[in-house]
């Protein structure tokens, strides 16, 4: 039964993936809006921003990795919607094949355009001077977090891309992700924001990421961010897992 789930969603994710790269819309909202704000904020924004001896585009970095996933996902439930409409899933429902594997291809088509994503990022950044004294288990470590961070986005992605009435729909939902980064620690430091909304974002699960990766990158202690940052990853995980499995079930009931 594992084989058989394992061969079938391999298969379908090879599916998904050769619909991304034909997909120029999703190559462009994915990796390169993610540059161009960094590029803005980093060259026009950056000068005004005091962020002490950290260069801005160190600080400015696991934030704008955060917004790539965010963008990312979005794609997620898109093309979710777009196989149940197309009457996709009503054809697989009558072939042999493992009924979850359809929901898990999208999940890991998700994660492997999301890490390419993250990765060209990244090689942008270490072009416009971002250093890194980081160690292998810090990287590791980040990449950690980076994962459960697009597992749980992902999984809240897919709730949409079952339930949705329309196009937009599906893909409205990630604007409120994408927009959270701002108002949290990934752009400027809280303690320069007015009291109500310094609580907000102190407060709010995008803080606790960007400030551990941020560490990690920096070799500095983490403290409980890293431990806050899990917690928030690993339940909004469990939470939307099981929400878009029950509306799967629904679905295809």
């Not at 298969?11 to 190559?27: A, F, M, N, Q, Y």
């Not at 977090?145 to 697009?150: D, S």
Request: charged residues 10%; hydrophobic residues 55%.
């Amino acid at each position: 039964m594992a084989t058989h789930f394992l061969g079938d969603t391999a298969v379908l994710l090879g599916r998904s993936l050769r619909h991304i790269t034909r997909s120029v819309d999703t190559i462009i909202t994915t990796t390169i809006t993610p540059i161009a704000m960094m590029l803005l904020f980093v060259y026009v924004l950056g000068g005004a921003i005091d962020t002490g001896s950290v260069s801005y585009v160190n600080y400015l970095l696991p934030g704008i990795l955060l917004i790539t996933i965010a963008s990312g996902i979005a794609y997620t439930a898109l093309r979710l919607f777009l196989d149940m409409k197309g009457g996709i899933f009503e054809r697989f429902q009558s072939m042999p094949i493992a009924r979850s594997s359809v929901l898990w291809a999208h999940v890991l088509t998700s994660l492997v355009a999301n890490a390419i994503s993250l990765v060209v990022v990244v090689l942008v950044a270490l072009l416009m001077g971002f250093r890194s004294g980081a160690g292998v288990l810090a990287w590791l470590a980040v990449a950690g977090i980076l994962i459960l961070f697009t597992l749980a986005l992902t999984w809240i992605a897919v709730i949409p891309g079952l339930t949705a009435k329309s196009v937009d729909g599906a893909g409205g939902f990630a604007y409120p992700l994408i927009f959270l980064p701002f108002i949290s620690s990934a752009f400027v430091p809280t303690d320069t924001m007015p009291g109500p909304v310094r609580a907000f974002a102190d407060n709010q699960p995008v803080t606790s990421i960007v400030n551990a990766v941020r560490a990690l990158f920096a070799q500095q202690p983490v403290g409980t961010d890293i431990w806050t940052a899990l917690a928030w990853c690993v339940g909004i995980l469990i939470v939307a897992y099981i929400f878009a499995n029950n509306a799967y079930r629904r679905r295809i009931s």
